[in-house]
């Protein structure tokens, strides 16, 4: 008897409690922000892409997209924060000079990849490399959240943040990939850093397609194949990051015996029908709530 009354009033409970949990979903699924089906992004063409990130190689996953974006026809905007003046084993090395080196390293990659400062916008911003995490935060924020209204780029390529937990970078790369979204953030209100409105006419800007690189939750990829030799001879440039280069600097040109069979073993990869692709966390809505 004591069972059934149990029983009785359990499934009086739940007849109760049923359509409040039910309702609750419905009004959670209403409050949810539903994002756009991806584009191909290799179709695009007459819009603004900014790239932001902290050294000079960083760029090297992104580009093979970058240039399959700028040869149809888009503006391309190159933000480095750092000068990657650090990051040489060499003794003989300075920082002054790594820093022009790094540069010209870089300059030379991205126009393997048909990206250069005379057609597309590069921007240095100049700070030591490793010491990213030790600049004010707000200093940083304000000068991307000033490049984004400034140049009003139809998408952002960041480091990832990571989604609902943070996601671990090393030094530089932390900050970058979360001081972009703030300044991305930042940019689309007016009340923050309104001088940029004042002095100089900024309007507020707001960023709706975010692709994430050096990403662990990529949900998007680009093929590029018809570009990865092209790839392949651009990332031959980074003479003082990679390899004995970065022991002891033996640059600027790159080491003619590793390209030719890195370009010969992706050459057998493609025969054999494998693509290559660079991967996204992308993001096809406003970050700015
Ligand atoms: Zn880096």
Known sequence: MKTKQIESILLILLMTLLPLSMSGQT???????????????????????????????????????LSLLKANGNK??????????????????????????????SIKACGEMGITPEEDTFVWLGYDDGMLEYVPEQELCEKV?????????????????????????????????????DAARAAAYHLYFPHHRI????????????????????????????????????RAWYVSQFGAGNFKYVGPEPDQENLINQLSSNTERIAKGEKVTEKFRRLTESMSF
């Open 27 to 65: 009004d959670i699924r209403q409050n949810e922000r539903i994002p756009r089906p991806f584009d191909d992004i290799t179709k695009w063409t007459n819009k603004t892409i900014m790239w932001v990130g902290p050294h000079q190689d960083d760029e090297s996953g992104s580009l093979g997209t």
């Open 76 to 105: 391309i905007i190159m933000v480095w924060y750092t000068t990657g003046n650090k990051g040489s084993r060499d003794l003989e090395m300075t920082s002054e000079r790594l820093a022009q080196i790094r540069k010209e390293e």
């Open 145 to 181: 959240c000033r490049l984004i209204r400034l140049y009003r780029p139809n998408a952002v390529f960041s480091m990832d943040p990571g989604t609902t937990w943070m996601q671990w970078h090393k030094t530089d790369h932390r900050m970058s990939a979360f001081v972009t979204l």
């Open 199 to 234: 002095n100089e006419g900024l309007q507020p800007y707001t960023v709706t397609e975010y692709f994430f690189y050096s990403t662990k939750e990529s949900n998007f990829e680009v093929d590029i194949t018809a570009v990865s030799d092209k790839k392949i001879r651009s």
